[in-house]
């Protein structure tokens, strides 16, 4: 999951201990969101848009894919006039915080990583805030970040 750290960031997180992922507005990316991310699964927590971006820690799956309440609020930025209560555009899921990596691990780093070339995050035009991670990798970036 991809976040700027400067609107929230693992350290926010940390801090919260837990807090709702919202503001998706991709719908391959809300069909993760929605789908595919299950109570307790863990999650890569990935600052975008840093100098550098890459992975900072971990989160966990704390509640299941539930409709965005701020797609039917007109005075949030998430607003959407299409999204209709019986019939919800968008998904939130919660996270809670799990840890903060000891080392910080840079998209640099990830690509430089023989076994991640396949991540969907080290391939050009990848751009979604919510993308699938498998097993492998997320052991590898893990590895990565608590050495």
């Known amino acids: 999951m991809k976040s700027e750290p400067a609107a929230y960031s693992i350290d926010d997180l940390e801090r919260e201990r837990r807090t709702y992922w919202d503001g998706v507005r991709n719908f391959q990316a809300r069909n993760f969101l929605r789908d595919s991310m299950k109570k307790g699964d863990p999650v890569l927590f990935y600052h975008s848009n840093a100098e550098p971006s890459g992975v900072a820690g971990v989160a966990r799956i704390a509640r299941e894919g539930y409709p965005d309440p701020s797609q039917w609020d007109p005075k949030d930025v998430h607003f959407d006039p299409r999204a ?61 970040g608590t050495r």
Request: aromatic residues 10%; positive net charge.
């Open 84 to 144: 209709a209560k019986e019939k919800p555009l968008w998904y939130v899921v919660d996270v809670e915080f799990v840890e903060k990596f000891r080392s910080f691990v840079p998209l640099e780093a990830l690509k430089a990583e023989r076994g991640l070339k396949d991540m969907l995050v080290t391939r050009r035009g990848t751009r979604l805030s919510v993308q699938p991670v498998a097993k492998g990798h997320f052991e590898t970036v893990r590895r990565m």
